[in-house]
Structures are given as C-alpha cells and as structure tokens.
Nanobody, 122 residues
C-alpha cells in the first residue's frame, strides 16, 4: 500500500520559514517524480514545486520561485520543501504527490498525501 505522509506545517508569522517533509512508503521511491501542491480556501490547487526522480531536475511555480526550495533524499524516501520568506498569501494546505517517470513534473500524479496546513499571519 502506497502512502505519502506530509508533515512540518504550522502557524507562522510573515517572514518566517518552514520545512515540509513528504515521507513515502510502499513504492520504489527513486523511480518517482514528486510534486508539492497547495490549495488555499476558495482557490484551485496549484503546483508550487516539483523534483525529478533522481533530484537533478526541479521546477518552481512563479509565485514561489526564489523563496521555496525542493529537495529529496532517496535513501530516506523523503522529499522536502523549504519555505522561506513566507507571506500570508502562502497560507494553504500543502500536498505532496508522486508519479512514476523520468520527467520533472507531470500533468497527472498517481499518489497523493493528505496534506499539511501552513498558516501565515501578517
């Protein structure tokens, strides 16, 4: 059974940082690209960052470029998302998702976690 479990969310102030983790089990993690998505209340889900299966390829959404950093440790079956200079508009539930393949990101992902809430106060 494949599981993706996010952790690391919380309530922070504007300008603070967080590190989110996505721990995977039940799959050959090194064969999967991983994406971090977020969904704010009343808004559509957006892809904020993605990383290729080996970690050499990364993608960032325009709104987070230069502030967020995605990385992975395949030995630990974990992908991280470092969130710096957080702003109230970053408030959302953050999800990780995995898809088997060699590209950095995909239009559709196979497995999803349940999300972790990030709340940024002004």
């Amino acid at each position: 059974q494949v599981q993706l479990v996010e952790s690391g969310g919380g309530l922070v102030q504007a300008g603070d940082s967080l590190r989110l983790s996505c721990a995977a089990s039940g799959l050959m993690f090194s064969n999967y690209a991983v994406g971090w998505f977020r969904q704010a209340p009343g808004k559509e889900r957006e892809l904020v960052a993605a990383i290729s299966k080996g970690g050499s390829g990364t993608y960032y959404g325009h709104s987070v470029q230069g502030r967020f950093t995605i990385s992975r440790d395949n030995a630990k079956n974990t992908v991280y998302l470092r969130l710096n200079s957080l702003q109230p508009e970053d408030t959302a539930v953050y999800y990780c998702a995995a898809v088997r393949g060699s590209n950095t990101y995909y239009p559709k992902y196979d497995y999803w976690g349940k999300g972790t809430l990030v709340t940024v106060s002004s």
